[in-house]
């Protein structure tokens, strides 16, 4: 099955991708999940990636270099306390809703009162890596979401 990221943020021209990530509700298939996460980055051109669990948070770049080892892990952030995300045992209905509720949280990165609530080493990294992502972007889910009953 071909990769579609969950979340994408689009820079002013619509065809601009400014950020992707990729939400998992777990930590298995991580590793599986970031190759996904790079060789899609590297094929729409995307300078920044997010890879994103109820644990951690990993933030990569495209250095844009001749290689497949382009993109690069720069942070990673234990975030258990910002989602503090219950699962409730429905796998599909956790999915659907962990992916709501991190793009809320990424629209609120742009507003003072949402950068207040991290870290200061979050805030940092998400001042310099993703805030200037969201800064003229649109963020939207990657791929159709299907509300999903319990």
Do not use: C
């Not at 080892?69 to 720069?74: A, E, R, Y």
Request: aromatic share 8%.
């Amino acid at each position: 099955m071909a990769f579609e990221p969950d979340i994408i943020v689009t820079g002013p021209e619509t065809a601009e991708i400014a950020l992707v990530a990729e939400v998992k509700t777990s930590s298995r298939s991580i590793d599986d999940s970031e190759r996904r996460l790079k060789r899609y980055m590297v094929a729409v051109s995307s300078p920044l990636g997010l890879l994103i669990t109820p644990e951690h948070l990993r933030i990569y770049r495209d250095q844009y270099l001749p290689s497949s080892d382009s993109v690069i892990k720069v942070a990673e952030f234990n975030v258990r306390d910002v989602f503090r995300f219950a699962q409730s045992g429905n796998a599909a209905v956790d999915a659907f809703g962990f992916e709501r509720q991190v793009q809320s949280w990424l629209e609120t990165l742009s507003t003072e009162s949402g950068l207040k609530q991290l870290t200061p080493e979050l805030r940092r990294a998400v001042q310099l890596y993703i805030v200037p992502a969201l800064t003229q972007g649109s963020v939207r889910s990657g791929h159709p979401r299907i509300p999903i009953t319990a």
